[in-house]
C-alpha cells in the first residue's frame, strides 16, 4: 500500500517550504508533480540535498513513514512501518 494522493494530503505536504525543493515551475515542465513525493514519486528535476524537512509534516506523521528525500529516492511504502508493527505482535494476532 502507498501514501494516497488526494488534495487532503496534497494542502499537507509541505516540500514547497523545503531547501532542496526545485521549484513548482521546474516541476510542471517535467511534468512531475510539485510536492508528495512520497506518494506520487521521485522528481524529474535534479535535485541538490540541501535537508529534507518531512519529518515535520503531517503525511509522514499520519502514515507513520521513516524516510526522507522522496524526491530523490521515489515514494514511500506503508508496509514496511505495518510489517515492523506486526513483528512486534504475538503471530496470532495477525490478520491473514
Ligand atoms: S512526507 Fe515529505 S514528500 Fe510526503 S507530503 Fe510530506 S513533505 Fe511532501
Ligand atoms: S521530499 Fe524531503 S527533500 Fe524532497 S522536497 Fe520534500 S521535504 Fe524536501
Known amino acids: 500500500m502507498s501514501v494516497n494522493i488526494n488534495l487532503s494530503n496534497i494542502r499537507k505536504c509541505i516540500c514547497g517550504k523545503c531547501p532542496s525543493f526545485p521549484g513548482k ?3 510542471i515542465v517535467r511534468f512531475t508533480m510539485p510536492g508528495l513525493y512520497c506518494a506520487a514519486g521521485k522528481s524529474r528535476s535534479k535535485i541538490e540535498r540541501k535537508g ?3 519529518k ?3 503525511v509522514q506523521i499520519e502514515n507513520s513513514l521513516l524516510g526522507s528525500y522522496y524526491c530523490i529516492g521515489g515514494r514511500a511504502y506503508v508496509e514496511a512501518r505495518e ?4 513483528r512486534d505482535k504475538p503471530i496470532s494476532t495477525i490478520a491473514r
Open 52 to 54: 529534507c524537512i518531512c
Open 25 to 27: 515551475l521546474n516541476e
Open 56 to 58: 515535520d509534516c503531517l
Open 83 to 86: 510489517l515492523i508493527d506486526k
